[in-house]
């Protein structure tokens, strides 16, 4: 059994990178490009990985180790996210809110990794990620209690295993709300359109990768793999949301589950390839309504 949880952990560890590449075929096929390979990003990993980083003289060990710290963080946070309605390598009672707080610590490091560099650009693009996590964040720690309150369980791997398909019987709306919140907030964590534009280099619009324009080498190989299983990540729960577990087998369900998950990746590409990314001043707003979502979702486990 453990065997299976280590291939499934394997696999979504070797897997993520392709995400990005589907996403950039996705829009370069709306756009009549043909677009960069699938496997750029594996690409660029490697790459990066043989260079040394490069540090100003005016850094603090805290700019060294936060993509380090960044990496093992989100690293871990797979560690307890179901593959296909299948358990984790970890799984505990309680370990929803490590979950979270896992998320929060690879935040806050390459956040004031930014302000480290003392570069009033980077801090910008810190403080919009500061500004609009304190509207992501309670939207995703309510929309995950909403579900752990109409499963009954505060594990993920209960969640997201075995307590769907009753969810949806019993908590039809809620659960609608949920995976709209939950699709929104995937949007603005993975810094994708219409929140953010990852392929931008306009001061202006500029959220993530402002923050990480001083990384170079080794480090922002990291970062890049980091944002990659993130993407994994938040993927993982809205496509757990919306199929629940399924009953073909371990090998097919595996390989539908990563069919879903090309799928979602394939949905962003189109997302990002028919909307235009929203003026600053709104993106506050769009992240309000996944709030919103999430506490109606609360509110209809109460009754």
């Given at each position: ?72 963080a989100v690293i871990t946070s797979l ?43 980077e801090g910008m693009g810190a403080s ?150 929203l003026r600053l001043l709104k993106v ?20």
């Amino acid at each position: 059994m453990v065997k299976k949880e280590i291939i499934q952990f394997a696999l979504s560890l070797i897997i993520s990178p392709l995400l990005f590449g589907v996403i950039n075929r996705t829009k370069a096929f709306f756009a009549g490009r043909r677009g960069a390979p699938l496997l750029q990003l594996y690409y660029d990993l490697f790459k990066l990985l043989r260079k040394s980083a490069v540090y100003s003289d005016t850094i603090t060990p805290v700019f060294v180790f936060a993509p380090i710290i960044s990496l093992g963080a989100v690293i871990t946070s797979l560690l307890i996210v179901p593959f296909a309605g299948y358990r984790p390598l970890v799984s505990f009672e309680g370990d929803l809110v490590l979950f979270i707080y896992l998320l929060a610590l690879a935040r806050f490091f390459i956040v004031i990794a930014a302000l480290d560099t003392g570069s009033s650009f980077e801090g910008m693009g810190a403080s919009r990620e500061a500004q609009f996590a304190v509207f992501a964040e309670p939207a995703f720690f309510l929309s995950l209690v909403a579900l752990s309150r109409a499963a009954g369980q505060m594990s993920v791997s209960g969640i997201f295993s075995s307590s769907v398909t009753s969810m949806w019987s019993s908590y039809g709306p809620m659960v609608f709300l949920v995976l709209g919140s939950l699709f929104i907030v995937f949007l603005a964590e993975n810094s994708r359109i219409p929140v953010d534009d990852p392929n931008t280099h306009l001061e202006l619009t500029m959220i993530h990768e402002v923050m990480v324009l001083d990384h170079s080498g080794v480090d922002l190989a990291f970062l890049f793999y980091s944002a990659a299983i993130k993407f994994w990540l938040f993927g993982s729960l809205i496509i757990g949301v919306f199929f629940g577990p399924r009953n073909f087998g371990w090998g097919i369900d595996c390989i539908i589950f990563i069919v879903s998950m090309m799928v979602l990746a394939c949905i962003t590409g189109i997302v990002e390839s028919i909307f235009a990314r929203l003026r600053l001043l709104k993106v506050p707003h769009f992240l309000i309504v996944a709030l919103a979502l999430s506490v109606v979702a609360v509110i209809l486990t109460l009754r």
